[in-house]
């Protein structure tokens, strides 16, 4: 299986400052049509999952445009431009383009 | 509105069994692939398994395999799973999520595998 790995595991942030939560895959996630699966969720506590980006890059309908996603082969990065209460909770990343899909262990936002 | 609702979860014994089910509305539910998504408590996401939009493919993952079964009536809209033997470890929020590449979830209904 492809694991999934992210850092850092715990991010206390400042509200109106930006965040930056890097993942990486123990191998390549183009997948053979050349495209390249990686998601990017976040959980707010008690709640359920939502997808923020798929495809590396491209936003959710409804997802603020301070979340953008980036990166290739197995580096990838979510950045938060300026972070808002709301945004607390765990992220997580994820590829789909080996099966077993597998996730991140996620990163918990929290406000300093 | 795209929504799933999952139902059937609960407290069950170990080696028992218990079939969930996931009502979808507001897209073409025969055309997506569905998948079934599971978090322990305190714990990550795990891809328990997945279907195609015809059911003709279905995958599990290697902690289930050989133990649930995934399927779908594409005429009443709705996606199963039938979980036997099971055990204490699968004890989880189970989801249900459309599309491969799980663009939305559902709320969740709790299993409980406990004597």
């Known amino acids: 299986d492809v694991v999934m790995s992210q850092s850092p595991l715990s991010l206390p942030v400042t509200l109106g400052q930006p965040a930056s939560i890097s993942c990486r895959s123990s191998q390549s996630v183009v997948h053979s049509d050349g495209n390249t699966y990686l998601n990017w969720f976040h959980q707010r506590p008690g709640q359920s999952p939502r997808r923020l980006i798929y495809k590396i890059s491209t936003r959710d309908s409804g997802v603020p445009d301070r979340f953008s996603g980036s990166g290739s082969g197995t580096d990838f990065t979510l950045k938060i431009s300026r972070v808002e209460a709301e945004d607390v909770g765990i992220y997580y990343c994820?590829?789909?383009?080996?099966?077993?899909?597998?996730f991140g262990p996620g990163t918990k936002v929290d406000i300093k | 509105e795209v929504q799933v609702l999952e139902s059937g979860g609960g407290l069950v014994q170990p080696g028992g069994s218990l079939r969930l089910s996931c009502a979808a509305s507001?897209?073409?539910?025969?055309?997506?692939?569905m998948s079934w998504v599971r978090q322990a408590p305190g714990k990550g996401l795990e891809w328990v398994s997945v279907i195609s939009g015809n059911g003709d493919s279905a995958f599990y993952a290697d902690s289930v395999k050989g133990r649930f079964i995934i399927s779908r009536d594409n005429s009443k809209n709705t996606l199963y799973l039938q979980m036997n033997s099971l055990r204490a470890e699968d004890t989880a929020v189970y989801y249900c999520v459309k599309d491969a590449n799980l663009g939305v979830w559902g709320q969740g209904t709790t299993v409980t595998v406990s004597s």
């Open positions: 507001g897209f073409t539910f025969g055309s997506n692939t």
């Open positions: 994820m590829q789909a383009t080996h099966w077993p899909g597998t």
